[in-house]
């Protein structure tokens, strides 16, 4: 799988979009992207994925680079219950493969 | 909505007694997993299975065992629990097959912790 880079921490205001980023510089063609979130105490929750195109769901939306050697994660409107560590995971699809989560982004939520 | 339920969110064991974790998911998903999660080692695999009576290792297998009698039910077995299994573990399931929707569904997870 290929590494990814994101950034320690990021806080952002409530109602407000949180952006956050993530490089993959060295994905190849048949990986795809995927967010998922931690919460606090609580199993990690799949958001997204992709392969080239932009994806939108009801959780997020996720923009990939026209080179795919980054990506960012939109939560249009962040609320309190937002505040969790994120992940971004770049693997081939497929089913029996364990998950490995990086360091992720703690992203605060502040009132 | 999809579930992975974990039968325990908390629990506290003694050094030496054998532990049962349960995991059992509705979605008719082939395949489960076991992680552990531990503060600066992230998530590690413990075993999986991709069947019924079917499980392959993981990374970390040692002082473990698991047992997949039904294809919904997925238990994890501490065989003698030592302080060093005090641990968050997680369970997880998701569909066979060369999908893109490599998406595991996890439960809430169980803190155990060995005394």
């Known amino acids: 799988d290929a590494k990814t880079t994101q950034p320690p921490s990021m806080d952002c205001a409530e109602g407000r979009a949180a952006n956050l980023p993530c490089n993959h510089s060295?994905?190849?063609?048949?990986?795809?992207v995927y967010w998922y979130r931690q919460i606090h105490s609580q199993g990690p929750q799949y958001i997204i994925h992709g392969l080239k195109n932009n994806e939108t769901n009801e959780m997020a939306s996720l923009i990939i680079t026209e080179d795919r050697k980054s990506s960012t994660l939109i939560l249009p409107h962040a609320t309190l219950r937002d505040t969790a560590v994120y992940y971004c995971?770049?693997?081939?699809?497929?089913?029996?493969?364990?998950?490995?989560f990086g360091q992720g982004t703690r992203l605060t939520i502040n009132p | 909505d999809v579930k992975v339920t974990q039968s325990s969110r908390y629990l506290v064991k003694r050094t030496g007694e054998k532990v049962f974790l349960e995991c059992v998911q509705d979605m008719d998903h082939e395949n489960m997993f076991w992680y552990r999660q531990d503060p600066g080692l992230g998530l590690r695999l413990i075993y999986f299975s991709y069947d019924v009576k079917m499980k392959e290792k993981g990374d970390i297998p040692e002082g473990y065992s698991v047992s997949r009698e039904k294809k919904e039910r997925f238990s994890l077995i501490l065989e003698s629990a030592s302080t060093n299994q005090t641990s968050m573990y997680l369970c997880?399931?998701?569909?066979?097959?060369?999908?893109?929707?490599?998406?595991?569904?996890f439960g809430a997870g169980t803190r155990l912790s060995v005394l």
């Open positions: 995971i770049v693997r081939v699809g497929g089913g029996a493969q364990k998950l490995v």
């Open positions: 060295t994905i190849s063609g048949n990986e795809y």
């Open positions: 997880a399931s998701n569909q066979q097959g060369s999908s893109a929707k490599n998406i595991q569904y």
